[in-house]
């Protein structure tokens, strides 16, 4: 399994405006871009996306922006990743009817992987990828030291 850009893009924005979260100022989508190196345009159709998602909310003025709608330990990443990729829920029954004994084992081991995915993912936090985030750089701190 592999993250897409589009997810990558969005979580990097998203750990930039839990980063800032504290402040209560809503961020800009140049100064995320410029933060975290995504192209403005596609940040704005990303956040665009979160924001109807419930997952950012957003101020209008000469001050305004976009800020988390929750703290960073209430937004895990398959909340986000849901609300990008939406759900993957298979809804045809028909087709379970006509699979094979082979590919009927071959589904079973892929759900089997799609949901420890999805724990791992419901696991993790904004505020968890923060504190990761952290504890690297203070390692990087002290090896220049």
Known sequence: MEISCKSEYAILALLEMATHYESGEPMQIR?????????????????????????LKSQRGSKGGYFLAREPRKINLLQVLECLEGSDVRTCEEEVDRKTLDSSVVDEIWQEACQTANSVLQKYTLQDLCEKRDSREQLDIMYYI
Do not use: S
Not at 33 to 50: F, G, H, K, S, V
């Open 31 to 55: 100064q995320i871009a410029a933060q975290q190196n995504i192209p403005d345009r596609y940040l704005e159709q990303l956040l665009a996306t979160l924001r109807r998602g419930g997952i």
